[in-house]
């Protein structure tokens, strides 16, 4: 709610300086009356139309640009304050919505400017490449009259395409494209390759460490059956 910037002595005094408002706003005092004392809901009221609410709203807005309060207007008005508090948020929504309304239009001139400087642009390109039309006898050589004609076409004013790119960039800008980057790899660098390459020595270190840790749990407790027969055999045998 907004809060009084006015004060007033009197009540009188109140009105006195809303209807001034009012009136130099471009409201007769007999529309003011009328939404004083014929419009509203209860008995003896005339209905509002979409007139008088526009009017309404429009003496709200004048008396809160006068620097009045909700319960200031109200009284002006002879309205609630939820009524005038109603009517405020009505205005602050259509003005919004006019703003943005006006933004898109201007947005959507740019838009169409561009587009046609851009076509301009690549027709400008397009006329700018020259043709050149040569001749040719039957050994390669130029000469005028043979049978064999060659045309060949230059590159086309590169400053025109400059112009187009620019154009491209900025509907890029006004649909709000271009600060979308495409998700790229980034390159590392030599340092982060040579730390990849020294984590992973140091894993397959690790790891041949401990396959040979696992290895040395392991012992032969029985010896093979041959060896278990030769041992067998007297000491003075002797094959």
């Given amino acids: 709610m907004a809060k009084p910037e006015i004060h007033f002595t009197d ?14 706003s471009g409201f007769t005092p007999q529309q003011i009356e009328r939404i004083r004392d014929k419009i509203g809901v209860g008995p003896g009221k005339i209905p509002y139309d979409k007139e008088t609410v526009g009017q309404r709203r429009y003496m709200v807005q004048e008396l809160l640009a006068a ?78 009259g043979s049978s064999i004609v060659k045309i060949e076409e230059s590159a086309g004013e590169s400053s025109f395409l400059t112009v187009a790119k620019g154009c491209l960039e900025q509907q890029a800008r006004i649909l709000g494209l271009h600060d979308i980057k495409p998700q790229v790899e980034e390159k590392k660098s030599y340092k982060g390759f040579l730390d990849d390459l ?21 012992t032969v407790e029985d010896e093979p059956e041959e060896d278990q027969e030769i041992n067998a055999l007297p000491a003075s045998f002797d094959p």
């Avoid at 109603?86 to 239009?105: C, G, H, P, T």
């Avoid at 397959?204 to 840790?213: L, P, S, T």
């Fill in 67 to 144: 620097r009045l309060s909700n319960r200031q207007i109200a009284n002006v008005l002879k309205l609630s304050k939820e009524t005038v508090a109603s009517d405020r948020n009505f205005n602050r929504q259509l003005w919004a919505q006019e703003i943005i309304k006006s933004q898109d239009v201007h947005r959507a001139r740019i838009l169409q400017e561009q587009m046609e400087l851009k076509d301009m642009a690549m027709k400008s390109f397009e006329k700018s490449k020259k043709k050149r039309t040569i001749t040719m006898n039957d050994n390669g050589g130029e000469e005028e």
């Fill in 11 to 24: 009540s009188e005094e109140e009105l006195q300086y809303g209807v001034k408002v009012l009136v130099e």
């Fill in 198 to 218: 020294a984590k992973t020595i140091s894993d397959v270190k690790e790891n041949e460490a401990k396959a040979k840790a696992v290895d040395a749990k392991f």
